[in-house]
């Protein structure tokens, strides 16, 4: 079983022995040398006065293979390195049984890095040249079957350990793609949600405001056929004005609620022409969830209202900054112009600073509100590209 998957299949290093159970690739590699180290000075305390070139010979490839095995060996460089070690051990072997332990080990490496099938095929190179060697040197092969069973202990041993991985690896994926499964169900009320809200936006409100520009209109008819003074004309062109902004704003909204895929620069753009606030967009930009770039509008949405209702007049900054792990808007107004007409008294419930952090927050963000320096008033939201899956 093959998992392609952000979790990897086994490790990529097969590891010696013991070392195969570690996670940590590092401690892998420092226990295999380690490994190597004692193996071979066992075996070579261990070989006759004069063991001949040949065992000298296959115990260097033996622990040349255990060392690629160590450090670099991968994917085909792993198999000949397992070839050359078992082979090298089961040589070694015939003159004494303590180089056994390099094809022990390589047939338990087989096991952890390949299928069964390769595994098996690996493992029998040990007794094989075990076999072959001893029958050239016109020895009576007795050892054998302890050749054949120190090699299927490590391929037991091997094969263990790589179904142990493969079965973490499958059940980790599964979990995330239960969370991943949960959180596009998530998404999914959330876009029915907004459908929702833009409906009823549209509906109600924009039907509402239209209502009041046509009555306005009328009213400033009549009212110039009347004769009224002229501040109660400019009275009653203000609130038309007001009411035609408010109109833009309502359509502005259903637009925001209904075009997820419209990037945040996008909308934070005509939002800022509409409101007639500079824009700044610094870092590379990089795509939110669509909650996220919901709460980052609706941030500059209500931060940009409250300021023309608060210091109208006053210049407004609006900065989206891409970081590493994380957008951040800030929207900052200056302090109002005191010969600037006074504050804007509109309706409204006072949850538009409540429910903007609350956005924020559902989106595992961060909020900030409060005065600045300048004596203007700075609104601040951080949230990061993806949500922690819960």
């Not at 009212?223 to 902004?245: C, F, M, N, Y």
Request: hydrophobic share 45%; net charge neutral; with cysteine.
């Amino acid at each position: 079983m093959t998992l392609i998957s952000r979790f990897g299949p086994a490790p990529e290093q097969p590891g010696i022995g013991v070392s195969a159970l570690l996670p940590d690739p590092r401690a892998r590699t420092a226990v295999s040398l380690i490994g190597l180290a004692i193996s071979l000075w066992i075996t070579v305390d261990s070989l006759p006065a004069h063991p001949g070139a040949a065992a000298l010979i296959a115990l260097a490839a033996a622990g040349a293979g255990w060392l690629a095995l160590a450090t670099v060996a991968t994917g085909r460089t792993a198999l000949a390195a397992i070839a050359v070690t078992a082979a090298g051990g089961a040589v070694v072997g015939v003159a004494d049984a303590k180089g056994l332990i390099f094809t022990g080990v390589a047939a338990g490496s087989a096991g952890v890095a390949f299928g069964i099938t390769t595994a098996l095929a690996l493992a029998a190179i040990g007794p094989a040249v075990f076999a072959l060697t001893a029958l050239a040197q016109h020895q009576f092969p007795g050892q054998l079957f302890a050749v054949c069973t120190a090699a299927l202990i490590g391929l037991v041993g091997g094969a263990s350990r790589r179904e142990i991985t493969q079965r973490a690896a499958h059940s980790a994926e599964v979990a995330y793609q239960t969370r991943r499964a949960a959180l596009a169900g998530q998404e999914a009320e959330l876009a029915a949600e907004r459908n929702r809200l833009a409906r009823d936006l549209h509906d109600v409100l924009a039907h509402t405001l239209g209502a009041l520009s046509i009555q306005l209109t009328v009213i400033d008819t009549l009212a110039r056929k009347a004769d009224v003074p002229d501040p109660l004309l400019t009275q009653i062109g203000r609130g038309t004005e007001l009411v035609g902004s408010g109109l833009e704003e309502a359509r502005q909204a259903v637009r925001a609620l209904r075009e997820d895929n419209t990037p945040l620069p996008a909308q934070l753009e005509r939002l800022c022409t509409l409101h007639r606030a500079d824009l700044k967009i610094t870092g590379e930009v990089r795509g939110l969830e669509a909650q996220a770039t919901l709460a980052l509008y609706r941030v500059a949405q209500e931060a940009l209202t409250n300021a023309a209702k608060h210091a109208p007049g006053a210049p407004v900054t609006v900065r989206l900054v891409h970081g590493p792990e994380e957008a951040a808007l800030t929207v900052h107004n200056a302090a109002p112009d005191p010969g600037a007409p006074g504050p804007l008294h509109t309706s409204g419930g006072g949850f538009g600073l409540a429910g903007m952090r609350e956005r924020v927050l559902q989106a595992d963000g961060q909020c900030s509100t409060g005065p600045s320096e300048d004596g203007g008033w700075t609104v601040t939201a951080r949230i990061p590209y993806r949500r922690r899956l819960r």
